[in-house]
């Protein structure tokens, strides 16, 4: 069955670095998706994205993150100036068509120090 | 936006027993989906139910959507039940972006 896959599984950064958190969505979707879930909360919405543009945003989303598809089949997240508080487990998700169910990757584990 | 609540927040059960697990939202929905985040933290799919009733294995889901619920019944639970149980929505939202409710913390011990 195909899956979304995201890499790396962990990661630990220092305040202030950057990182780059890469997904691969399951390949004929159309509709990509990041959420966030902080350690023993629920999951967030921060991002939408469909035909190679920004559809919605959260008010957690602000410019300190951004998302791209590079290449037609990556997705990626990118965190410019990470923060303590950007510490969290990031779900990338996919869908096929509007109102189809949403599959979501295994997620980053993202520690910041 | 859309307000997802689920009952009970914590839940013990005993190997063996069945349990009923609820989802309330406050608005109609396009979609709504459980989820099973498994102690590794992956969210595992287990039931895409906008209405109506599904079954799979020892668990079934049933969303009656002109009421605004829906609910998960595990039978005969397993340990490898425990973990988080989320529900999420879709509103009428352009992009069908989830909203989750905070989950059902369900450990079952043999």
């Known amino acids: 069955e195909p899956e979304v896959t995201q890499t790396p599984s962990h990661q630990v950064t220092q305040m202030g670095q950057e990182v780059i958190l890469r997904c691969v969505p399951i390949s004929n979707h159309l509709y990509f998706y990041w959420y966030r879930q902080i350690l023993g909360q629920k999951v967030e919405f921060l991002v939408s994205f469909y035909n190679n543009e920004i559809s919605e945003k959260s008010e957690i989303f602000d410019d300190q993150f951004s998302v791209e598809r590079p290449d037609g089949s990556n997705f990626t997240l990118k965190i410019r100036s990470t923060k303590l508080e950007d510490s969290a487990m990031y779900f990338c998700?996919?869908?096929?068509?509007?109102?189809?169910?949403?599959?979501f990757g295994p997620g980053t584990r993202l520690l910041v120090l | 936006g859309i307000q997802v609540e689920q009952s009970p927040p914590d839940l013990i059960l005993q190997e063996g027993a069945n349990s009923t697990l609820r989802c309330n939202f406050s608005d109609s929905v396009n979609n709504l989906q459980w989820f099973h985040q498994n102690p590794w933290g992956q969210l595992i799919n287990l039931f895409y139910?906008?209405?109506g009733t599904k079954q799979n294995g020892r668990l079934s889901a049933t969303t009656v959507a002109t009421e605004r619920y829906s609910l998960l019944y595990i039978s005969s639970s397993q340990t490898t039940d425990s973990g988080v149980y989320f529900c999420?929505?879709?509103?009428?939202?352009?992009?069908?972006?989830?909203?989750f409710g905070k989950g059902n913390q369900v450990v079952v011990i043999p």
């Open positions: 998700a996919s869908r096929g068509g509007r109102g189809e169910t949403q599959y």
């Open positions: 999420a929505v879709d509103g009428d939202y352009g992009n069908n972006r989830l909203a």
């Open positions: 139910i906008p209405s």
